[in-house]
């Protein structure tokens, strides 16, 4: 039977030259597909049971399966143990942490995606995905997404909108919105979000213990200077990408995604993109 889970459908783009070029000996694309699958929501993973239950728990739900160029991730709306409870912004939470992280990975290494996340029926085992989810992201990706990002179906906002715990979770900081209405993940703030929640613990906990000022270092303000390089890596890839023999087509892709980066180093916001409050 199937169950309703928050999915996501991702493809890589330009994956048919990839395999051209890696089939003419360029074993590099490869080690980046498997390197991104492999560390994606590093955080999720990187903790053993013993050292912190509550990324362990987190682990144990979470499914990425990669077939060629597509990418399918899915989480219940919630879950829980008998040490922890996620509701489905919590899931909502981890998830994008995920698939942040494979798409950072991928753009580092000058692989772009693209994607879309939605919520439906779903099931899988050790050899099938039956998903009506599935479908309607595919759809998504396909034919409204358009440009090199994940965006979030109309359907699982109106959850989020829809639930009694709306207001207590401010997602703006990792969604965002342009010109064509359409809400997507920004991938650039997925260590942000994390390094913010650090700060507040690591400020709590000093406060309890009397000892606040003692450490002045900012997790968040380390990973914004991280931030900021990668953005300057993916848009040095984009310029060189547009100044080769490529179709307009695939211009308007690169173009979409160094607009959306001079937006986030605060030069240019040409296409009215702004943060995305749920």
């Known amino acids: 039977m199937t169950t309703t889970k928050i999915i996501s459908f991702v493809d890589i783009l330009g994956f048919s030259k990839m395999i051209e070029d890696y089939d003419n000996g360029n074993d590099q694309i490869l080690e980046s597909l498997i ?35 597509c990418l399918c991730v899915s989480v219940p709306l919630e879950y829980g143990n008998e040490r922890n409870t996620y509701n489905i912004y919590d899931q909502f939470w981890f998830f994008y942490q995920y698939l942040s992280g494979y798409q950072i990975l991928l753009l580092q290494k000058g692989i772009f995606t693209r994607g879309a996340i939605t919520i ?24 409204v997404a358009n440009y090199p990002r994940v965006i979030i179906s109309k359907k699982l906002l109106d959850v989020f909108k829809s639930s009694e ?16 209405n359409e809400v997507y993940i920004n991938p650039f703030n997925y260590r942000i979000s994390t390094s913010q929640l650090a700060d507040q613990i690591l400020h709590e906990m000093m406060s309890k213990g009397g000892i606040e000022g003692v450490f002045s270092n900012s997790f968040q303000a380390e990973d914004l200077k991280d931030k900021n390089i990668i953005l300057q890596e993916v848009l040095a890839i984009c310029q060189k ?38």
């Open 120 to 143: 439906g029926s779903y099931y899988s085992d050790e050899n099938i995905i039956f998903s009506g989810g599935l479908v309607e992201a595919y759809n998504l990706e396909s034919k």
């Open 35 to 69: 390197h991104a699958m492999n560390n994606a929501g590093g955080f999720i993973k990187a903790l053993p049971k013993e050292n912190n239950g509550f990324l362990f728990d987190f682990r144990e739900c979470i499914e990425a399966k990669l077939f060629s160029d």
């Open 165 to 180: 715990l709306h207001n207590n979770w401010n997602y703006s900081q990792i969604l965002n919105i342009d010109n064509t």
């Open 241 to 278: 990408e547009m100044s080769t023999g490529i179709s307009d087509k695939v211009k308007d892709k690169y173009s979409w995604m160094i607009d959306f980066i001079n937006y986030e180093l605060s030069t240019d916001n040409s296409r009215e993109f702004s943060q995305f409050k749920i």
